[in-house]
């Protein structure tokens, strides 16, 4: 496969991945809570968006990039030199 085509599609997965795991923290019972969905605002947390927002769309973009990798390393197995400039 072309390595272009694979790049765009480690990128798509990336971008999926992030989009993915932020719906489902947005969606837990416990993010609601802390977003102010809870009793009277009880447990209602802003800092949430600074502290644990950025790391579930880091870690949600980083482990489909990586999984991609891995696998079209073990797939494409190792090509010779003259392999690289096509």
Same mark, same amino acid.
């Given at each position: 496969? @072309? +390595? @272009?085509?694979? %790049? ?10 992030? !989009?993915?795991?932020? %719906? /489902?923290? /947005? ?13 009277? @605002?009880? %447990?209602?947390?802003?800092? !949430? $968006? ?5 790391? !579930?769309? $880091?870690? %949600?973009?980083? $482990?489909?990039?990586? !999984?991609?990798? /891995?696998?079209? +390393?073990?797939l494409g197995? +190792? ?6 400039? +096509?």
């Amino acid at each position: 496969m @072309n +390595r @272009n085509a694979m %790049g765009c599609g480690g990128c798509l997965l990336s971008m999926v991945g992030a !989009v993915t795991a932020t %719906g /489902l923290w /947005l969606s837990s019972a416990r993010t609601r809570v802390h977003l102010g969905k809870g009793f009277e @605002n009880e %447990g209602m947390d802003l800092s !949430v $968006l600074f502290t644990e927002l950025p790391l !579930v769309f $880091l870690a %949600g973009a980083a $482990l489909p990039a990586l !999984v991609h990798a /891995l696998l079209a +390393r073990a797939l494409g197995g +190792r090509r010779g030199a003259s392999d690289d400039h +096509r």
